[in-house]
């Protein structure tokens, strides 16, 4: 029994923080948005993606009942914005969810870089199956010189909890842009224990001017040399966004996640 947890835990750690819920752009693009502008992703990506926006939204991902995040993010009160968010998942093999609160502040050091911290924390269900928690922070930076874009994170800043699967992460990643229209970002993600690369990430975006986008991503687990093929649909206004994304494995034994989520703008 020893032995089978010291694996799993080993399987899940080796992908960062398998008890982080992966938001809808991040799902559709590769996870390849660690150096991507964004809005409330923010909270489960770079907790400095919001330091470029000047919005106040109200955001919620499902990807079923039991798995869920809503999100509030205002950066347009004041210099410092904040972001408040709640995730409920549901890890494979386990009944009980796990369940995270996120509180958020981002802004800019300059008219090119942006900073960002989030506190958190999350309860459920450890690897063994007793009752565990992590209270933990997430950092970030975010450099944005329009043409490009570059953004580094440091995930569960004071150790986390190998007990339920979280330890100490990096990810690094860029994005170009060409004219607001079309978007190519990559990232990689890895282990503060070796420092030794865990996952890449690729992604695009195609931005129409008739109010809808379409996107799509590949990443590897390079330990499980198993990859993930993603792409997505939004549906743009001005004050309400649709959204919807798939991730497929490429390998047999586990089906495709679809979810779907939607954005308000005040």
Not at 128 to 149: E, K, M, P, S, Y
């Amino acid at each position: 029994m020893k032995i089978a947890a010291f694996l799993l835990i080993g399987c899940l750690a080796a992908f960062g923080d398998s008890t982080e819920f992966v938001p809808l752009q991040q799902r559709a693009q590769g996870q390849s948005l660690t150096g991507a502008s964004l809005l409330n992703d923010s909270l489960f990506s770079n907790p400095a993606s919001s330091a470029f926006t000047q919005v106040y939204s109200v955001d919620g991902t499902f990807l079923s009942t039991r798995n869920f995040a809503v999100s509030v993010l205002d950066t347009k009160t004041s210099a410092i914005g904040g972001a408040l968010g709640y995730a409920r998942t549901i890890r494979p093999g386990f009944e009980a969810p796990l369940q995270s609160a996120r509180l958020g502040l981002s802004g800019r050091l300059s008219e090119n870089f942006g900073v960002g911290v989030l506190g958190k924390t999350v309860w459920g269900p450890g690897l063994d199956g007793t009752n565990g928690r992590l209270l933990d922070a997430d950092i970030g930076a975010l450099a944005n010189f329009n043409v490009l874009q570059l953004g580094l994170t440091v995930t569960n800043l004071f150790g986390g909890n190998v007990g339920m699967g979280a330890e100490r992460v990096y990810s690094f990643g860029a994005r170009l842009n060409w004219e607001e229209t079309l978007y190519l970002s990559a990232s990689v993600l890895g282990r503060f224990s070796d420092f030794s690369p865990v996952q890449f990430g690729v992604g695009a975006e195609y931005v129409s001017p008739y109010y809808f986008s379409i996107k799509g991503g590949y990443r590897n687990r390079t330990l499980e040399a198993r990859g993930f093929w993603s792409a997505g649909l939004s549906i743009l206004s001005p004050k309400v966004s649709i959204h919807y994304a798939v991730e497929i494995p490429d390998f047999a034994g586990q089906g495709p996640e679809h979810s779907v989520g939607t954005t308000f703008l005040f």
